[in-house]
């Protein structure tokens, strides 16, 4: 009997639905007649029709759920329209994590993003124009990392941090021994670890001192005719106080084995703001052989490995057969050019962005959010770093407060914006937003309070809730 009634509902139910079902199919514009929309024909040739289709499907699919009535199809699918055919979308960072690992790291600089787009086509990356004979691949961009760090006699580019050292212990330690201290042993972020990078290379681990103290008279003690080269890594994510001792690279450099410094950070100088970051021409000048280091962290530029120093071991770098698997693109080469040689990258303002500048951005922003009748406040906020650098560096910032609410909104906008929760409210911290980008972000914000999307492009949907602790979550980098 009870199954029985629950069949009559469930056929009444269907029945109910189907009707406005049924209207809603019968009125349901076909996809021919969407996509001959001017809006959405234009859109085509911008994004190809394959995709352009695939928003009007679900726009169809919008209206046959009965969420949007039939005569919005078109709309919808011009409001979702993606504004590029790459799947990527971007996304304001309001974390206060300077090198959000998630978000890509370091934002490009517009001068390197100008660059990249005029390198877009056929461009002179391996050709000298004035020859017509085949040249360096990237000589102008190598010139400008060895100007810009005169102690570097040579540099050679690949595609991260990672690879930099890989390349360098293939080149300089296979079959050998790679002395390194046990504290300097790391895991720079998602379980991937250096020391077992390194192994598989085929170079082996001679560890020495101990986790908290390492001195130049322990590496001294194990260098020998099997030393590859003696490895210092700075340990760029974690910070060990207390009893602790490490031996300087004018130390090690003092012992006769050649030393592979890995900055990480890739700071060509020192930084006033972090005078505990070190930096690729202090090391050489303190006498390293070579500096490894990161493009996209501290430096502000694309992602790519910097190796910098000695020339005769850069030659053999570079003419490594790993290198050619390790070798960046065009557009990586245009970016880091334009980043060394152009103004400051944004990491460089938001580093040196003055806190009480945040404090009014926060406030006049709090202001505006308040008179549209939204719950937004300004507050004091620590902004950090992140992404490998500074560890333990906190930046005084300020920030918009909003209720928690708003974190899964924010996220799913267009553009979307990424806050961080604290406290049941939503932070949204101003050092990691560019100022030109306040306007945008108000806008952002009112339309979650409106709980408006805006145009939620690919992928766009209901707030999901529920994955908000992990908001700006940062691990390792
Ligand atoms: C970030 C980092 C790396 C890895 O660099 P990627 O560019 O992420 O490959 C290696 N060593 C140190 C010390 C780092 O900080």
């Keep these: 009997m009870d199954r029985d009634t629950a069949t009559a509902t469930t056929r009444t139910d269907r029945a109910a639905a ?3 079902g049924e209207d809603a199919r019968r009125r349901l514009p076909r996809t021919d007649a969407v996509l001959a929309d001017p809006r959405l024909a234009g859109a085509t040739g911008r994004l190809g029709r394959a995709l352009v289709k695939s928003v009007v499907t679900e726009a ?4 046959r759920r009965g969420e949007i009535p039939p005569e919005s199809v078109a709309d919808a699918a011009v409001a979702a329209l993606p504004r590029t055919a790459g799947g990527l979308r971007p996304v ?5 994590v300077l090198l959000h690992t998630n978000l890509g790291r370091a934002p490009l600089s517009r001068a390197a993003r100008d660059a990249m787009s005029a390198a877009c086509g056929p461009t002179d990356v391996e050709l000298d124009l004035a020859t017509g004979a085949r040249s360096r691949r990237g000589a102008s961009a190598l010139a400008a990392l060895a ?10 580019v690949v595609n991260n941090g990672a690879a930099a050292l890989a390349l360098a212990a293939s080149a300089l330690a296979a079959g050998k021994e790679i002395v390194v201290s046990r504290g300097e042993m790391v895991e720079i972020g998602d379980g991937f670890r250096l020391p077992d990078l390194l192994v598989s290379t085929g170079a082996r681990l001679r560890e020495v001192g ?14 020998g005719p099997d030393t590859g080269f003696v490895l210092k890594v700075h340990p760029s994510n ?15 450099a003092r012992l006769g084995a050649p030393v592979v410094a890995d900055i990480g950070s890739g700071l060509l100088r020192p930084e006033p703001v972090l005078p505990a970051e070190p930096d690729a021409a202090t090391w050489l000048r303190a006498g390293a052989a070579l500096v490894t280091a990161s493009g996209d962290k501290l430096l502000g530029g694309p992602q790519c490995g910097l190796l910098l120093g000695r020339a005769d071991l850069v030659r053999r770098l570079a003419r490594h057969p790993l290198a050619r698997a390790l070798r960046v693109d065009k557009l990586t080469l245009a970016a880091l050019e334009a980043t060394v040689r152009g103004p400051a990258a944004p990491v460089h303002t938001m580093l040196h962005a003055d806190p009480r500048r945040l404090r009014d951005r926060a406030e006049h922003l709090a202001a505006a959010l308040r008179g549209a009748g939204l719950d937004a406040r300004a507050a004091d906020s620590a902004a950090a770093v992140g992404g490998g650098g500074a560890p333990g560096v906190t930046l005084p910032s300020a920030a918009v407060t909003l209720p928690e609410e708003y974190a899964p909104a924010l996220r799913l906008g267009t553009p979307a914006v990424l806050g961080r929760v604290e406290d049941g409210r939503c932070l949204l911290d101003l050092r990691t937003v560019p100022e030109e980008d306040d306007d945008t972000l108000a806008e952002a914000v009112r339309r979650a309070g409106r709980g408006d999307a805006g145009g939620s492009g690919r992928g766009g949907g209901e707030p999901d809730g529920g994955q908000d602790s992990g908001e700006a979550g940062q691990e390792g980098e």
């Design 18 to 20: 189907g009707r406005t």
């Design 60 to 63: 169809q699919e919008r209206a």
């Design 92 to 96: 304001l960072n309001a974390t206060g």
């Design 147 to 156: 100007e810009a760090v005169p102690p570097a006699e040579a540099a050679h």
């Design 210 to 223: 101990t986790t908290n103290r390492t001195t130049a008279g322990d590496y001294a003690a194990a260098i």
């Design 238 to 252: 974690f910070t060990v106080t207390g009893f602790t001792r490490s031996a300087s690279v004018a130390e090690l």
